[in-house]
């Protein structure tokens, strides 16, 4: 079956670095997409990652290995805004996203 | 950007009576329309696939019957949630596919059935 694993919450301070890590088992493989959701709003895109390596936009970065199945996204500088879930998604061999439940992120000052 | 125009944000309806959500994208043609639900503290749950002029597809244990959706144009895709009941209610988001490859989403709809 497809599988997407994503901590369910995490906690970080403000100002401080936070790494949200995703792995995934999927039935082909056209992408890796994260998103960010407020509660009670849609998700709003962050990044999409098809090659291996480091992805850099602003304070945050996601990084892919397809080898390992594995993501991160990792978010620097953090402010309290930040505070969301951050959903992975991976799009699979038919180009359907597959989500992952996603991963509460807590910002305390 | 990419928009994907959602209507209505929050509807409240009575149990039995059916509502209708509306997504158009604004500055692109999405052949392509998922319909999402999610409920408190979860992830979202694909309900169907649109595809302009033909049937939806639905994920396994979504009732077709239940839950209409048309897509009759490339820049409008429907979902009408039919004899509504308050375990209908949920956030309902639609999502379309443009020309890069993303995928944005609408603002999405808060229906909640009394």
């Known amino acids: 079956g497809q599988n997407i694993d994503q901590p369910t919450e995490m906690t970080a301070t403000e100002g401080a670095i936070v790494q949200i890590n995703c792995t995934y088992q999927t039935s082909g493989f056209n992408g890796l997409f994260w998103y960010q959701q407020h509660a009670g709003e849609a998700p709003t895109f962050l990044s999409y990652?098809?090659l291996d390596g480091l992805e850099e936009k602003g304070r945050f970065s996601s990084f892919l290995s397809r080898s390992k199945g594995y993501s991160y996204l990792l978010l620097k500088e953090l402010q309290m805004k930040d505070s969301a879930s951050y959903l992975c998604?991976?799009?699979?061999?038919?180009?359907?996203?597959?989500w992952g439940a996603g991963t509460k992120l807590i910002i305390k000052p | 950007g990419a928009v994907v125009s959602q209507h209505p944000s929050r509807v409240i309806c009575k149990s039995g009576t059916s509502v209708k959500i509306e997504c158009r994208s604004l500055d692109f043609q999405a052949t392509t329309m998922f319909w999402y639900r999610q409920f408190p503290k979860q992830s979202l749950m694909l309900m169907a696939t649109?595809?302009?002029?033909?049937?939806?597809?639905?994920e396994q244990g979504v009732e077709k019957d239940k839950f209409l959706i048309n897509h009759a144009s490339l820049t409008l895709s429907t979902l009408t949630v039919t004899s509504a009941h308050p375990e209908d209610s949920s956030f309902y988001i639609c999502?379309?596919?443009?020309?890069?490859?993303?995928?944005?989403f609408g603002s999405g709809t808060r229906l909640t059935v009394v």
């Open positions: 999502s379309a596919r443009d020309r890069d490859y993303g995928y944005t």
């Open positions: 649109s595809n302009e002029g033909s049937k939806a597809t639905y």
């Open positions: 998604a991976v799009m699979d061999s038919n180009y359907q996203l597959i």
């Open positions: 990652n098809v």
